[in-house]
């Protein structure tokens, strides 16, 4: 092409300004482009064969002058020095036309031109130069081009597959893990309830949907409606359903991006393993938790240093379990018959005069037969509920009844705050008997506390016990405090667990200053430790 003639040039400007004029109103009917060198998918766009450059162009002080001199710039690297302005814009104008015409499909790019007046001298540049100098950055600047795709959002994951062929095979390989029979199959259906068009996929049964939504695929066209109310309990499977909420779009994304079904498919069913927390209930031990949730009790153990073979699990109580999760979690259920033996559920009969603490079995239960369906429920192919659609006794279970006491059992607490045991229940040799309480080493004075609540049968001097209090509890059970310096209340009132009741002393028979401490049960004194908590 001729680089010199100005007559020339000018309307070789007009030509070029004419067809990026055409360009921008194609852009204009279709105003999709791609801008940063970072495009994400929701700025992913549509586009066929227009040619679309994004960016900026400016000339500063574009008025022409002989003496000025002009640095050119694209995407602020100085390409070179040059003293015609309008041959710079050419130059731009020209490798932008270079590199879309040696492409097949668009091209985008994100560039910009900027043509500065200096002052300074500096050696400037051809026009042919400096289009080769622009060029060169100007490929630098050219973006991945986009295709056109379906993109899956399960969740907090984002799959592209290449077309809907792709999308359906993948929810098909999904299916036939569960599916062995090969009775179902996917249908992909409108997504209400959305600000854009949007589908989700569903795995029915042929001619059944759940709802009534627009199926925009179907292998066997369209489905009718299932009649909720109609309960079908012949064995087999009945559901296969997604667990997460799944929504499939179009999008343009990156070629790189782009996964097959398959790779889709190994992507979305392997299982991670993640740490949950699950909190005990009533009747719940290490052993049922670690097989409820697929786990040994050994690893149940190693999850939870403070938790031990000898630990008592409460109610409430958190348990770490690692469960082992997919991405896209699949629901199946199915209805089944089997006979099994059962028991019939415990019967109590609840008496209002014992603790809690005794229980009596009045009648020993027997094992029954039935035929039973079910629904099962499964997870990941992991069985999470069952439900009993229909029993046939066989042979009737007889209950356990179990006689149990209502009466919450009384707790015992430490008499003093402070001080050391100096002598506990047990044999002395030395005095060839039995100590009968405990011992606490404390100096005179020191509060002394009603270990439970009761009525005081006895406050006063009691011989070798010296000064003494006794308290009679709701159970028969007595306690003893002894070798007092001072007794604060009297026979006959009732005392709170905790109530102040004496000052310790050293009366009696008593070597020094402490208390003596005594737990009484059907008139004979057994060791207090049993009972303190």
């Keep these: 092409m001729a680089r010199n003639g100005k007559v020339y040039r000018k309307f070789k400007m007009s030509v070029i300004k004419s067809m990026v004029t055409i360009s921008f109103c194609a852009m204009m009917v279709y105003p999709l482009t791609v801008s940063g060198k970072e495009n994400t998918q929701e700025d992913s766009v549509k586009a066929g064969s227009l040619f679309q450059v994004s960016g900026d162009s400016s000339v500063k002080n574009e008025k022409k002058e002989d003496a000025l001199l002009y640095e050119v710039c694209v995407n602020d690297k100085v390409v070179g020095y040059v ?47 400096l289009q080769d100098a622009i060029y060169d950055l100007l490929m630098e600047s050219v973006v991945t081009p986009k295709e056109p795709a379906y993109t899956l959002k399960i969740g907090d994951v984002t799959v592209h597959l290449a077309d809907t062929q792709e999308v359906v095979a993948l929810f098909e390989r999904i299916k036939d893990k569960y599916d062995a029979e090969d009775a179902f199959e996917v249908v992909l259906a409108e997504k209400e309830d959305t600000m854009f068009t949007a589908f989700t996929a569903h795995i029915v049964l042929p001619e059944t949907e759940e709802n009534s939504t627009v199926i925009v695929y179907a292998p066997n066209g369209e489905y009718d409606e299932t009649d909720e109310e109609e309960v ?18 179009e999008a343009f994304v990156s070629e790189s991006q782009l996964m097959t079904a398959e790779e889709a498919f190994e992507f979305l069913t392997k299982e991670n393993e993640e740490k949950q927390i699950y909190k005990v209930v009533k009747g719940d031990c290490m052993w049922n938790i670690a097989k409820a949730h697929g786990m040994t009790t050994s690893q149940l153990f190693a999850l939870n240093e403070n938790i031990t073979e000898k630990s008592i699990l409460r109610i409430g109580q958190e348990v770490v379990i690692t469960v082992p999760e997919p991405e896209l979690s699949v629901i199946t259920k199915e209805v089944v018959t089997y006979d099994e033996y059962y028991n019939a559920p415990v019967q109590y009969v609840y008496n209002d005069s014992w603790y809690t603490t005794k229980s009596v079995v009045l009648q020993e239960g027997t094992e029954g037969y039935h035929n039973v369906s079910a629904s099962v429920s499964y997870r990941n192919g992991k069985e999470y ?12 279970s007889t209950p356990k009844i179990i006689e149990v006491g209502t009466i919450t059992p009384p707790t015992f607490i430490r008499p003093v705050n402070g001080g050391r045991v100096t002598s506990n229940y047990g044999w002395r ?17 020191t509060k002394v506390m009603a270990s439970c609540g009761g009525k005081v049968v006895q406050a006063g001097w009691n011989g070798g016990y010296g000064y003494c209090i006794t308290i009679q509890h709701a159970n028969g059970i007595k306690t003893r405090y002894a070798h007092l310096s001072k007794v604060l209340v009297s026979v006959g009132q009732y005392v709170s667990q905790g109530q102040k009741i004496a000052l310790s002393g050293n009366t009696g028979n008593s070597t020094g200053p402490h208390l003596h401490f005594e737990v009484i049960v059907s008139g004979r004194a057994v060791d207090p430790r049993k009972y303190l908590n």
């Design 429 to 445: 040799a030395w005095q060839g008997k039995v100590h009968t309480g405990i011992d606490y080493g404390i100096s005179t004075g």
């Design 232 to 249: 079908d309990i012949e064995d087999g499977l009945k559901v296969i359903e997604f667990e997460e909420d799944i929504e499939i779009v």
């Design 83 to 129: 003293d015609d302005a309008d041959m710079a814009e050419d130059a731009y104008l020209n490798a932008r036309l270079q590199i879309n015409a040696a492409s097949d499909s668009m091209v985008y790019m994100d560039a910009s031109l900027a043509v500065n007046v200096i002052d300074d001298k500096k050696s400037t540049l051809c026009e042919e130069d």
């Design 385 to 396: 509920d069952r439900e009993i659609l229909e029993e046939t006794i066989i042979e009737e």
